[in-house]
């Protein structure tokens, strides 16, 4: 499968824990993005990266989260301390440097915090 | 503020009909629209895109229309199919520093066999 992965595809646990999510990217594709999306809305966005430099960041991304991409290939997304307002569909989407050029989305990690 | 709406939370069609389903948007200044289709528990899936210089793009059973005076955006689907079920999110970017995708909240389409 060449589409884009992520790892794991669901999380429980409990409040106050940290949770780290993994996404690996179609392997051509300079950028890389992350959403949140909750039940019954759209997918929002959180922050993205082109190659290994993360260019954008939403107010959405509290400074619970952070998002590394340090090889410029696969992606990290932790967020630390979780709260039970965290649970969501996190996902992954990567595409080439145009904005035209298509994103293609991951399947994506359901975050649920007890 | 900006964003991206759709007219109708639910849409129901019988199988074999066409459907569309319709997308507002508000910031003039947006330059590429993508429909992007969702079933449950995965992730969205593209289905087709249209620039802002274009009215009408095609797609294999799909047609987009884009109406840049009125700021409106449909999806035309046509001879539904069971596995056209699922909830179709339109989507904007805008050029010149924009580069995340803002969604609109999602129409559910069932196809009744």
């Known amino acids: 499968d060449t589409g884009v992965s992520q790892d794991p595809r669901h999380k429980i646990t409990k409040r106050g824990q940290n949770v780290t999510f993994r996404c690996d990217p179609i392997?051509?594709?300079?950028?890389l993005y992350w959403y949140r999306q909750t039940l019954g809305q759209g997918p929002e966005f959180l922050t993205y990266?082109?190659?290994?430099?993360?260019?954008?960041k939403s107010r959405l991304l509290s400074d619970r989260f952070s998002a590394e991409r340090p090889k410029g290939s696969f992606s990290t997304l932790e967020i630390q301390r979780t709260e039970q307002g965290d649970s969501a569909m996190y996902l992954c989407?990567?595409?080439?440097?145009?904005?035209?050029?298509?994103?293609?989305f991951g399947p994506g990690t359901r975050l649920t915090v007890l | 503020g900006e964003s991206v709406g759709l007219h109708l939370p639910t849409l129901s069609v019988q199988e074999g009909d066409n459907s569309i389903i319709n997308c507002a948007y508000s910031?003039?200044?947006?330059?590429?629209f993508i429909w992007y289709k969702q079933e449950s528990g995965k992730g969205p899936q593209f289905i087709i895109d249209i620039r802002s210089n274009m009215d009408k793009r095609q797609g294999q059973r799909v047609t987009v229309l884009l109406n840049k005076t009125v700021k409106h955006l449909s999806l035309q689907i046509a001879a539904t199919q069971p596995g056209d079920s699922a909830v179709y999110f339109c989507?904007?970017?805008?050029?010149?520093?924009?580069?995340?995708?803002?969604f609109g909240t999602g129409t559910r389409l069932t196809i009744i066999p």
């Open positions: 989407a990567s595409s080439f440097d145009r904005f035209t050029d298509t994103q293609y």
């Open positions: 990266f082109q190659n290994e430099a993360q260019l954008e």
């Open positions: 392997s051509e594709h300079n950028r």
């Open positions: 989507a904007e970017n805008r050029v010149f520093g924009n580069e995340k995708l803002t």
């Open positions: 910031n003039s200044a947006s330059d590429y």
